[in-house]
């Protein structure tokens, strides 16, 4: 056979794998995905190489949802990652291809392989409001609005230029349709006021029972003014005798699991609440809350099953660990970081005055409300009721909190809170503190441990000095919040003896001079023990 010849039947052989690749493409985007089929058809499109990935590149142009979600099952099993990765980040980066066929590129490189593309992609392309809400509208209607199937897709719009936000916005409020209501939930959570007025807006004149549920929500989790501002739309449209629909009363399903506070003013919190209209199913809502910042990290998901959750359990309940990896509720390597001493159930209400509170510190911190968050509290929100007049919730009785505050700055056993382990994390840090901790370990005779040795006697007017000059006005409120805080855990634990003692300190806290508050003196104490030991790993 001449070169000819040769090249000639290449040619047949390549054609030939290219029409077997079509071919397994189309049966593959008809087949369910959870049949024993599609399995063996993504087998089989794992031996095809490269003219699987001309396929895939083909049809990167499907806005249907499903349709990418195939494309990215078969890039999960393409033998040669890097040329994925490479032919997916040329086609998002070539300005000759449809927008269409970029976003498709640039959804797959998130799904399947978590990779971002740049801040400003969408304002690269052609007509970039079209593409973005096209998409979403696409992805609305496949997943039914689910927030959590969204995710992917309402991700990259977060991270959006604002000029772009508010043509998406105009987009969207000129639809007036149920189904951009998730979107417009998304963007009035951007820290834009003029932005979040317009989400107000497009959400009343959609005025669909949907949409009016989603003002009510938005009013619990805007800043102050904004949320006035929901009000004020809800407030016309009863008059004008339209019917709103108050937010529902938590019922027995919802859960709420909080750890205790640690030395960083820092807490994990849980929330499982039933998915609105899907029998059975849950969404799980994982935080990071800090006292000063607000909610700091986010995880969670949708669709998640009962039998998933953790066995129930009364209020007060103390779970030593709840693993929600373990569970398979979460990807393993989902992580909010680690809890203080256990989780324990709290009543739901109580958890959302808590989220309130954190959600105001970040409006007022001006600290990013994390994606997660933004996708799943419309769900978590919706079982509000008891807390749309912003009641504080106080769970310590009265007769209890009296007593405290009655036998606050008594010596007797206040700094003996922080021997409790829950308590292990709470110390003074800074560099004054470390300063200390370095003239104490040039001290001879060892390391002392008590205030009572002669090594802490004769550094206690440090400790004075510290403690006076460190816990300033703001530094002792804020001590106290969180003993307050630790004082309303106990009692729901059923700790009585550790709540009021809480209680004690967090009146102490505020009453008396720092250098004349064990407990502060205390913190000081702990904290330059932990200097101490940091400073002698560092020199081994």
């Known amino acids: 056979m001449d070169e000819h010849s040769d090249q000639q039947f290449d040619k047949v052989i390549v054609l030939q794998e290219h029409q077997v690749a079509e071919r397994l493409m189309e049966d593959l985007l008809l087949s369910d995905p959870a049949s024993p089929e599609y399995t063996l058809l993504l087998a089989r499109a794992s031996m095809l190489s490269t003219p699987i990935l001309s396929a895939v590149t083909r049809r990167l142009d499907a806005f249907d949802p499903r349709s990418l979600d195939t494309l990215g099952h078969i890039l999960s099993v393409y033998p040669d990652v890097r040329e994925v990765v ?127 549920k989603a003002l009510r929500v938005l009013e619990l989790t805007l800043p102050e003014e904004t949320a006035h501002a929901a009000n004020r739309h809800l407030q016309k449209l009863l008059l004008s005798g339209v019917e709103v629909a108050p937010l529902r009363a938590p019922d027995a399903a919802c859960r709420a699991w909080l750890s205790a506070i640690d030395g960083r003013g820092d807490r994990l919190l849980w929330l499982a609440a039933p998915s609105p209209g899907l029998q059975g199913e849950f969404v799980l809502l994982g935080l990071l809350l800090n006292d000063i910042s607000g909610v700091l990290d986010a995880l969670g998901a949708g669709g998640v099953l009962l039998s998933s959750l953790p066995a ?119 560099e004054p503190v470390r300063a200390v901790a370095q003239d104490l370990s040039e001290l001879e005779g060892g390391l002392p441990n008590e205030l009572t040795d002669d090594g802490w006697r004769m550094l206690l007017p440090a400790l004075i000095r510290l403690a006076h000059d460190e816990f300033g006005p703001a530094l002792r409120e804020r001590y106290a919040a969180r003993l307050h805080r630790m004082a309303v855990w106990y009692h729901i634990a059923g700790k009585a003896h550790a709540c009021k003692m809480a209680l004690q300190c967090a009146h102490t806290m505020v009453i008396s001079p720092p250098e004349a508050n064990l407990f502060v003196l205390r913190l000081v104490q702990k904290g330059i023990l932990v200097a101490l030991a940091e400073n002698t790993r560092y020199l081994h």
């Not at 009543?347 to 105001?360: G, H, N």
């Open 86 to 212: 490479m032919t997916l980040r040329r086609t998002a980066n070539d300005h000759r291809r449809s927008d269409r066929r970029r976003m498709g590129a640039v959804m797959l490189l998130e799904q399947v392989f978590g990779l971002h593309p740049p801040d400003d992609f969408l304002s690269t392309l052609r007509e970039p409001v079209q593409s973005a809400t096209g998409l979403l509208l696409g992805a609305l209607d496949n997943h039914g609005g689910s927030p959590s199937v969204l995710r992917d897709y309402l991700r990259a719009l977060v991270f959006q230029p604002l000029d772009l936000l508010y043509s998406v916005l105009g987009a969207l409020a000129e639809a007036r349709d149920d189904r951009t209501v998730d979107v417009l939930c998304l963007l009035a959570l951007q820290p834009d006021h003029e932005l979040q007025i317009g989400v107000l807006d497009a959400l009343a004149n959609t005025g669909t029972p949907r949409a009016l």
């Open 312 to 430: 129930p359990s009364a209020v007060g309940t103390l779970h030593p660990d709840l693993d929600f990896t373990a569970l398979g509720v979460l990807p393993s390597d989902s992580s909010l970081g680690e809890h203080a001493g256990g989780y324990l159930d709290v009543p739901f209400d109580y958890a959302l005055t808590l989220l309130r509170e954190s959600v105001r510190a970040n409006w007022a911190t001006g600290t990013p409300l994390p994606v997660e968050y933004q996708l799943l509290n419309p769900v978590i929100w919706g079982y509000a009721a008891h807390i749309v007049e912003d009641a504080a919730i106080d769970y310590i009785p009265a007769e209890v909190a009296r007593e405290a505050a009655q036998a606050a700055g008594a010596p007797s056993s206040e700094s003996d809170l922080l021997f409790d382990a829950l308590f292990d994390s709470w110390y003074l840090e800074g």
